[in-house]
């Protein structure tokens, strides 16, 4: 059975860098076609994809955000990480963790950890 | 980055009815489309990909078709927990695209 959970900071100011954990179970980020990414969605809109992580390191990242995204993992504990320098109010969001199919769909998602940027 | 567009924003129903959801890309993403089902307190679903392709698990009465830049996403006799957001996403290309979403409410 294939879990995902998402842990965060839960509030941060502007200006600060959030960090994200994503917690799995099922599948190894070391097995060869596995993938993990980050999708996100303010209150009461859309869904919007930050990053991607493969098995061989590979990395993939929202143009839009590029410069502010990091994304790790840590395959002997089945963790992903995500760092967001820089936010602002406009990156308050739930920050879902997914599996991805290598075709490009995402197979499982995590329930989401909601993250507020205030001063 | 590919637009996508999804039609009605919202859309009521009753229990037993069928209903259709489209999706339109603003470019050719060939078949490759994903749908999903979100609900409050539950991890988003899957339910289908490839633009055709049922998930595991996912009852018959969802089916999707279309190619190039439209999309549909059919449920045949809605049952009552079928109420909730549909998403599309393009998996064409990078970077991966989503819909504005559908929220498909008891009538």
């Known amino acids: 059975q294939v879990t995902l959970k998402e842990s965060g900071p839960g509030i941060l100011q502007p200006s600060q860098t959030l960090s994200l954990t994503c917690t799995f179970s099922?599948?190894?980020?070391?097995?060869?076609?596995?993938?993990v990414g980050w999708i996100r969605q303010p209150s009461g809109k859309g869904l919007e994809w930050l990053a991607n992580?493969?098995?061989?390191?590979?990395?993939y990242y929202n143009p839009s955000l590029k410069n502010r995204l990091t994304i790790s993992k840590d395959t002997s504990n089945n963790q992903e990480f995500l760092k967001i320098t820089n936010v602002d109010t406009a990156d308050t969001a739930t920050y879902y963790c997914?599996?991805?199919?290598?075709?490009?769909?995402?197979?499982?998602w995590g329930q989401g950890t909601l993250v507020t940027v205030s001063s | 980055d590919v637009q996508m567009t999804q039609s009605p924003y919202n859309l009521a129903a009753s229990p037993g009815e069928s209903v259709s959801i489209n999706c339109k890309a603003s470019?050719?993403?060939?078949?490759?489309l994903a749908w999903y089902q979100q609900k409050p307190g539950k991890a988003n679903k899957l339910l289908i990909y490839?633009?055709?392709t049922l998930q595991s698990g996912i009852p018959s009465r969802f089916s999707g078709s279309g190619s190039g830049t439209d999309f549909t996403l059919t449920i045949r006799s809605l049952e009552p927990e079928d109420f909730g957001l549909y998403y599309c996403?393009?998996?064409?290309?990078?970077?991966?695209?989503f819909g504005g979403g559908t929220k498909l409410e008891l009538k």
């Open positions: 997914a599996r991805i199919a290598r075709s490009g769909w995402f197979v499982y």
């Open positions: 099922g599948f190894s980020l070391s097995t060869y076609g596995m993938g």
């Open positions: 992580i493969w098995w061989d390191d590979d990395k």
């Open positions: 470019k050719s993403i060939n078949k490759y």
């Open positions: 490839d633009g055709s």
């Open positions: 996403q393009q998996h064409n290309e990078y970077p991966p695209t």
